[in-house]
């Protein structure tokens, strides 16, 4: 918690909160309207949070709603790129490490877990002169964590695979993408207990001597090694930039940036099965499963048929989501033909009960169109052709990314923006933003955002008095992460203390007040912690101011009070002193 405050000194335009709760408040303040926060947009009826962590920071940011930082991540690495909260609340995030060979957009190398206090958890390194990760992770329910990475071959190895030497650099070769599960095995280490590599399904027909050659058009569950995109013949062949995982499926999905289109690939086979063309759920081994968005890659189409464009984030919706199973896409638009624009494109892939995919006879795969697209209402005001994403939201609407800009809005089914945020770090200028991440507040992983603070125990001061006269009463509570935490005494006579505070988990808190009429009222006390988030009442406490003893009986009784101490005390009682 320590490092929460001091990280949350740092944030100027995001402390209205922090300035809320130590400003004290008038006795007309209601206790109930704390809760109360204008233009803010709920899951439903549950808040939800946003994780980003700028491209150009060493901080990861959560935020709520309300637009207000909780929590801040501080990492040794810029990230390379995404990061995530997991169930444990720790943070899962992307390391940029500096690597000589592999100089291109999206090179990440490292793999680091941060527990909520920022101790370094899990540092797990994927970086040589032959292979480096890059982009994307995908946390597994098993606890293992999916990567992507490049890996070298040379010029010899990739004319050697059937690639034309032409599309080939021989300075440095070609990168194809490779897959690798990995289980934290210590504090630095790693197995990898699946891969899944692109070169071993492969298919060309520029080359008939070697074993792959082939038509391209019969086997679209291959990849063509001669397919190369209009970017130009740069090593970074694929720049693979997503992946998501099906559990229901046992399947995942690929984002293939510079083959404008998205892959699904069977994860139930064994590393042997996944380098072959047999074995798994699917029974075809590690061949692609499913393809959409340009059907040029396996000659199905033409230009007019291509869907895709640059794409980023490709993921399945989340069951509980509207359109659940559906692929929600976030289509940069970059090269599309006409105007420049973005659009989040939703499509409900051909799909049977037992997860196979199907098209028809010498056709691409379907759908022909989309079941859903946002563009802006004005479609070129929104371009973002690089990074970005989207993600479906419970209650049906979108959020989404705007990387390059540093924006993340929400828009309705209809389009309709209804949230909006500009992210300022490190700086208003240099924002960007790979992608986020959103998580409704019952999600695990908030526990130590939304876990409220104990109520408060029973008020202790005295429970008769007299008007006019200040009493001092006591109480304290815990807050289950140990952060400060402020408190609420309601008088019981329409008045309150306002927010004091804040004080240290289990710290005894005074608070004082007099009443201005006689009557019985009930003291009670209620917390908050850092986040805003309200304990219960306490136990109320009974208090009777019965009469006054101002004017010449009150100097009289204090003085006496004062020269026996240890003196009266049922007096002492009686009149509350």
Not at 269 to 278: C, L
Request: proline share 7%; hydrophobic share 35%; aromatic share 14%.
């Amino acid at each position: 918690m320590t490092n929460m405050k001091k990280s949350v000194k740092k944030i100027g335009p995001f402390i209205p909160i922090l300035l809320l709760l130590t400003v004290p408040v008038t006795s007309a303040f209601s206790p109930e309207n704390m809760t109360a926060k204008p233009n803010a947009n709920t899951f439903g009826e549950e808040e939800w949070y946003t994780l980003f962590a700028p491209q150009y920071s060493k901080m990861t940011y959560l935020i709520n709603c309300y637009k207000e930082v909780v929590h801040i991540w501080e990492s040794t690495y810029i990230p390379g790129h995404s990061a995530y909260l997991l169930e444990n609340g720790n943070l899962l995030r992307t390391a940029e490490l500096l690597n000589p060979v592999f100089l291109s957009g999206g090179l990440g190398g490292g793999i680091q877990e941060i527990d909520w206090n920022n101790t370094l958890v899990w540092d797990f390194t994927y970086s040589s002169n032959t292979y480096a990760l890059h982009h994307d992770i995908h946390s597994l329910p098993n606890g293992n964590i999916l990567m992507i990475a490049w890996e070298v071959k040379n010029f010899s190895e990739a004319v050697a695979a059937g690639r034309n030497p032409n599309l080939v650099s021989p300075l440095f070769g070609l990168w194809p993408d490779h897959i690798i599960e990995v289980q934290p095995s210590s504090r630095t280490s790693g197995d990898i207990v699946w891969e899944w590599h692109v070169w071993d399904h492969l298919i060309q027909d520029y080359d008939p001597s070697m074993a792959n050659y082939g038509v391209v058009g019969d086997h679209p569950e291959l990849i063509d090694i001669n397919y190369a995109p209009a970017t130009g013949i740069g090593s970074d062949w694929l720049h693979t930039n997503s992946i998501d995982y099906n559990e229901e499926l046992d399947q995942i999905i690929l984002s293939i940036h510079n083959f404008n289109e998205i892959w699904v690939i069977d994860h139930s086979t064994t590393t042997e099965e996944a380098a072959s063309h047999t074995g798994g759920r699917s029974g075809k081994g590690g061949d692609l499963l499913y393809r959409w968005g340009n059907p040029r890659t396996y000659r199905k189409g033409t230009m007019e048929d291509q869907k895709l464009f640059g794409q980023h984030d490709a993921r399945w919706i989340d069951p509980g989501c509207p359109g659940e199973g559906n692929i929600l896409i976030f289509n940069n638009g970059y090269g599309r033909p006409g105007i420049k624009y973005s659009s989040i494109d939703e499509i409900a892939p051909p799909i049977d009960n037992d997860g196979h995919y199907y098209s028809g006879t010498n056709e691409a795969y379907g759908p022909e169109e989309q079941t859903w697209m946002y563009t802006a209402k004005n479609p070129t005001d929104f371009y973002a052709y690089m990074i970005s994403g989207a993600q479906r939201l419970t209650n049906g609407n979108t959020m989404i990314c705007d990387g390059k800009k540093g924006i993340f809005f929400e828009v309705t089914h209809e389009k309709d923006t209804v949230w909006e945020y500009f992210n300022p770090y490190p700086t208003p200028l240099l924002n960007s933003v790979f992608k986020i991440e959103s998580y409704p507040s019952y999600y695990s992983g908030l526990a130590k955002v939304t876990e409220q603070p104990r109520n408060p125990e029973k008020p202790s001061g005295p429970t008769n008095g007299a008007k006019g006269v200040q009493y001092n009463f006591t109480t304290r509570t815990t807050d289950p992460q140990e952060g400060d935490v402020y408190y609420l005494f309601d008088w019981g006579d329409n008045t309150n203390s306002g927010w004091i505070g804040p004080y240290r988990s289990g710290e005894m808190v005074n608070a004082s007040h007099s009443w201005s009429r006689r009557g019985s009222f009930s003291i009670k006390v209620k917390a908050m912690d850092m986040y805003g988030h309200h304990s219960g009442w306490s136990d109320p406490l009974p208090v009777v101011m019965p009469c006054s003893y101002n004017g010449i009986i009150q100097p009289f009784l204090q003085r006496l009070f004062e020269r026996f101490p240890a003196a009266f005390p049922f007096l002492r009682q009686l009149v509350g002193h």
